[in-house]
């Protein structure tokens, strides 16, 4: 999608809420996806659409844990952190990842492929450990299966580019 | 066991709207519609005694009825679908099973308490059940279940669906009336309570999605039948427990409320794993205080659980074995609060890191016997705090006190963590490998 028509999605978004704030979030999800994170000048972009100034978005922004306001990896890998994951063996899946990774938590790979990032509760405790790719969430893991689904995500990717 | 709530399910896939029309799904809606006035359908859920499932508790009914009638403008319905209560993963299961009975749900409550429209607010990360949802409110308008004049009634209404980004707090709900509205999701102060001043200043009912769902079967089968689901005689309706850790069979189950602690644990979640010894539980999500093995015959239902020291909350079970350390499982608790603290009050936003602290210390082997009575004030202090996240992150500390004390004092006075598998979450292999 070009800026232009992404624009004008958002303006039906945006006259379609209740009150043009409402639609800040699904503005500034909306902008992620189109650059891959909120970067400055998206914020402006979001704040001009919404009738906001860019200090009200920022507040928005930085409130939540999934709009990211620095450079994140093309998938942003969300690790759950919280205790039924924990009960599970989390934290020593998570240092597992890390190391296959090479990467600690809230850093990048040097290809820019993923970015690692505890994260709170995913709701899938039953399937402990879990992570959220992209609008995907994976249960039962073990750093080998992990492994094997980003693998097969940067071969996705490859594939897209290749295209 | 009549199983209200999943008796639309499929094996492994999304009840159809075709399917749960033919199966009597909607009947309650034309039966609310068109036979009952709107206060009629209000009170039928107040005599039904259905509780709110969302974790606190209130009767859903009397939450309806504090909504006044005579104030101008509009008013609102929100369904509370920010489940973001560590262990707990019900309205997901539910909602990735059948988005119909919360959307039916939701018409007959905005019907009772007039509202023209109403909204999901659904967390980041259940793009599944928003689907459903999405998908369900498109084929109720083409049918005429949801838009102008539904069933050919005088009755009018449109649901939303709001997706989140990711921030616990959004589940309490003034904090989500200020999300909805594209504000930074603070508590509000109440009173004014939401039912007379809520989202952009109007009336507004928020409930649960379990609490939603439930609605169709007590307007369609009546307040006794549903009284009649639940194991105890206080009790009403069945309950969405959902297990994690160290069980057999760590699902989500459609009981009758009221079901002791045990039965649940030994019967549909397969016992403990093997090799696993119950040492305890959350019995009802990351902000309730501990159960331990003396509390397994409680009667799983809110007064019962209350009454043994505890809260029902979500239902979200968490099951600890004979290898976890409690202050362990305590700081990763603790540790989420203090992170998901909006920092709007002070004792909140200072108390939780100083109590992270201290059980950081605890754990490291480097605590004083003087912590424990700063943690036992600390349960008392935080209930200062502006909103119920910081009481709620103080169950699990509180419970530590009170049932694992020698736990503490033993990590205080041997300098160190007794628990090899605690330290690194547990020594389990997660299943799979």
């Not at chain 2, 005689?233 to 069980?247: D, N, Y």
Request: glycine share 12%; with cysteine.
């Amino acid at each position: 999608m070009t800026s232009d028509e992404l624009r004008q999605t958002l303006k039906k978004k945006i006259s379609a809420a209740v009150t043009p704030r409402e639609a800040a979030v699904a503005v500034m999800k909306e902008l992620q996806g189109h650059y891959g994170w909120l970067t400055d000048a998206a914020l402006r972009e979001a704040a001009d659409l919404l009738g906001l100034s860019p200090l009200q978005v920022e507040e928005l922004a930085t409130f939540y844990e999934m709009i990211y306001r620095r450079p994140v990896g093309n998938k942003v890998v969300h690790v759950c952190d919280s205790i039924s994951c924990w009960a599970m063996g989390g934290e020593t899946f998570l240092s597992q990842l890390e190391a296959e990774l090479g990467i600690h938590v809230g850093e990048t790979t040097a290809d820019g492929m993923f970015t690692l990032l505890p994260c709170c509760c995913l709701g899938n405790c039953g399937n402990a450990p879990t992570m959220l790719i992209g609008d995907k969430l994976y249960g039962e893991l073990s750093v080998e299966k992990a492994m094997a689904i980003l693998t097969n995500e940067r071969e996705e990717k490859e594939k897209r580019e290749a295209r | 066991m009549e199983q209200p709530l999943f008796q639309h399910n499929k094996p492994g896939r999304c009840v159809t709207f075709a399917e749960y029309r033919e199966e009597g799904g909607f009947g309650a809606l034309k039966k609310g519609l068109q036979e009952m006035s709107p206060g009629e359908v209000q009170q039928a859920v107040q005599d039904s005694g259905l509780r709110g499932r969302g974790g606190a508790g209130f009767p859903t009914g009397k939450k309806w009825s504090f909504v006044p009638q005579d104030l101008p403008g509009p008013r609102w319905v929100i369904c509370n679908c920010d489940e973001m209560e560590p262990g707990t993963y019900k309205d997901r299961v539910l909602l990735e099973a059948n988005p119909y009975s919360l959307l039916e749900g939701m018409v007959l409550a905005a019907y009772a308490i007039g509202a023209r429209q109403a909204f999901i607010f659904i967390r980041r990360g259940y793009e599944t059940a928003a689907a459903n949802l999405q998908r369900g409110i498109d084929e109720c308008l083409a049918a005429g279940l949801l838009g102008e004049n539904i069933l050919g009634s005088d009755f009018s209404c449109d649901i939303n669906m709001h997706s989140s980004a990711g921030r616990y707090i959004c589940g309490e709900e003034t904090a989500l009336m200020n999300a909805l509205e594209g504000k930074r999701a603070n508590p509000r102060a109440k009173p004014p309570f939401p039912a007379v001043k809520g989202l952009w200043g109007g009336p507004t009912v928020v409930n649960n999605v379990e609490s939603l769902a439930n609605v169709p079967g007590i307007v369609a089968k009546g307040p006794e039948w549903f009284k009649g689901l639940a194991k105890t005689p206080e009790g009403a309706g069945t309950k969405l427990f959902c297990l994690s850790g160290h069980v057999v069979t760590p699902s989500c189950f459609e009981l009758p409320l009221g079901m002791p602690l045990a039965e649940i644990i030994d019967g549909p979640a397969g016992g403990m794993r093997p090799g696993s010894r119950f040492k305890a539980c959350l019995p009802g999500g990351a902000s309730t205080p501990f159960f331990s093995a003396g509390q397994l015959p409680v009667p799983m239902d809110f007064d019962a659980v209350a009454k043994a020291g505890s809260r029902l909350g979500t239902g979200g079970i968490v099951v600890f074995d004979q290898d976890t350390c409690m202050v362990a499982a305590t700081l990763n608790l603790i540790r989420f609060y203090a992170r998901e603290s909006c920092g709007w009050c002070t004792p909140c936003r200072e108390g939780l890191p100083y109590v992270r602290y201290m059980l950081e210390q605890i754990e490291a082997g480097e605590g004083s016997r003087e912590y424990i009575s700063i943690l036992q004030d600390h349960v008392q202090l935080l209930d200062y705090s502006f909103c119920a996240l910081a009481p709620g992150a103080m169950g699990p500390v509180q419970g530590l006190l009170s049932h694992f004390m020698d736990e503490l004092e033993e990590h205080i006075d041997t300098e160190r963590c007794p628990f090899t598998a605690g330290k690194n979450g547990g020594a389990y292999t997660p299943p799979g490998v």
